[in-house]
Structures are given as C-alpha cells and as structure tokens.
C-alpha cells in the first residue's frame, strides 16, 4: 500500500515560491502504473488539480496554473516536487499529493495535506 | 474545458437511500470515480471506474454513469456517511483531471 507524505513552509510571501516535495514509501515511483500529481483544497471550497507527473518525467498541468507551477521527479529518491511561483493570498489551501492510477487517474492514495498560508 | 455539475447538498434520512450525481457533456463515455472527505481528512477513494469499489468500502457504496449523469447511490445511509462527496474523470481532450465541485451528504 503506497503512502504519501508531504513536506514543506506552512507559511509563504505574497509574491514568493510555494515549494513543497512529496516522499513515497511503500512502492515505486519508478512504476509505470501511477502517474504523482498535486491537488489543493482552498479553505471550504473544492478540490482542484494542480498537476501531474509521470515516472519518465512528461507533466501535465492545470491551464490556469500552467505559467507559474514546475513539478519535478526524483526517482532515485522516491519523491516529486512542487513549486508554484509569485503566489498570491488566493493560493493559501490544503496541498495534496496524490497517486494517480492508470490512464483515468484514479486518485487511490492521497498524502495527509499540508495547509500553505500565503501572506505578507 | 471539461465541467462537472454535482448539487451543493443532499439530505437524506437514516437507513434511506441517497443519490448524488455528477453532470458533465457525455459524461458516459467517460470513467468516473467519486471520493468520500470527511471534516478535516483527506479524500478516500469510494467509487472507481464508474462502478468498481476499492477493497474496504461496504457494498451499500455504488455508481453508475450513462448519458450526461453519474449517480453516486447509498443505500441505508447513516451518521457516519455525513461527508463531502466529489466526482472526478479525466478529460483525454485537455489531458486535464476534472473535479466537481463537491456535495455536502447530511443524514437528517
């Protein structure tokens, strides 16, 4: 059973890079089964998908996101990264990172999230 | 880009059945998969592949998608099922995973 944990600043600057990186235990990264993506959850609204990432390092990523978001892989060390760039108070939320089964993504395991507050 | 449309609320009283559905453009031509998040959780995968559940979840837990509508169904519903429910599909078109917004079950 794959389990996900995320790391990284609670807190971040109005105009600064969200950085947060995502340690898999209990399989591969490496697997061609899954696909790694981020998704957020703004204080009692929805879930929305950032991106994704496969093992080979192709990406996908949410239109509206896609000028200011890098996900990365590392499959030495069995973890993938986010960084989101010139943040504004509108991207304080949950951060979630995820596995993604097969090519209808099915989200099977999810890290705990991480709340990212963004303030000046 | 690919929406999906789920009602904000459903109530439904102990041991009845509850439905909650997710619209979207042929929506049956796509596999949908729904999430259970509880207050303060994370999401758990309930429903997969429009039907198909993961290992754990009870059998009052189905879905079915045809058309323009998937439909999450609980049968006897209790407290414990009082949670955020999402739909999801991924949308080959834009190479985008779509949520719905979400609904809000409460088990009166």
């Known amino acids: 059973q794959l389990q996900l944990q995320e790391s990284g600043p609670g807190l971040v600057k109005t105009s600064e890079t969200l950085s947060l990186s995502c340690a898999v235990s209990?399989?591969?990264?490496?697997?061609?089964?899954?696909?790694w993506g981020w998704i957020r959850q703004s204080p009692g609204k929805g879930l929305e998908w950032i991106g994704s990432?496969?093992?080979?390092?192709?990406?996908y990523y949410r239109s509206s996101l896609k000028s200011r978001v890098t996900i990365s892989i590392d499959t030495s060390k069995n973890y993938f990264s986010l960084k989101l760039r010139s943040v504004i108070a509108a991207d304080t939320a949950v951060y979630y990172c995820?596995?993604?089964?097969?090519?209808?993504?099915?989200?099977?395991?999810w890290g705990q999230g991480t709340l990212v507050t963004v303030s000046s | 880009s690919y929406v999906l449309t789920q009602p904000p609320s459903v109530s439904e009283a102990p041991g009845k059945t509850a439905r909650i559905t997710c619209g979207g453009n042929?929506?049956?031509?796509?596999?949908v998969h729904w999430y259970q998040q509880r207050p303060g959780q994370a999401p758990v995968l309930v429903i997969f592949?429009?039907?198909d559940r993961p290992s754990g979840i009870p059998d009052r837990f189905s879905g079915s998608n045809s058309g323009n509508t998937a439909t999450l169904t609980i049968s006897r519903v209790d407290a414990g099922d009082e949670a955020d429910y999402f739909c999801?599909?991924?949308?080959?078109?834009?190479?985008?995973?779509?949520f719905g917004g979400g609904t809000k079950l409460t088990v009166l």
């Open positions: 592949s429009d039907s």
């Open positions: 995820a596995s993604l089964r097969g090519s209808f993504r099915v989200v099977d395991y």
């Open positions: 990432i496969y093992y080979s390092g192709k990406t």
């Open positions: 042929n929506i049956g031509s796509k596999s």
């Open positions: 999801q599909v991924w949308d080959s078109s834009s190479d985008h995973v779509v």
């Open positions: 209990g399989g591969s990264i490496s697997s061609s089964s899954y696909y």
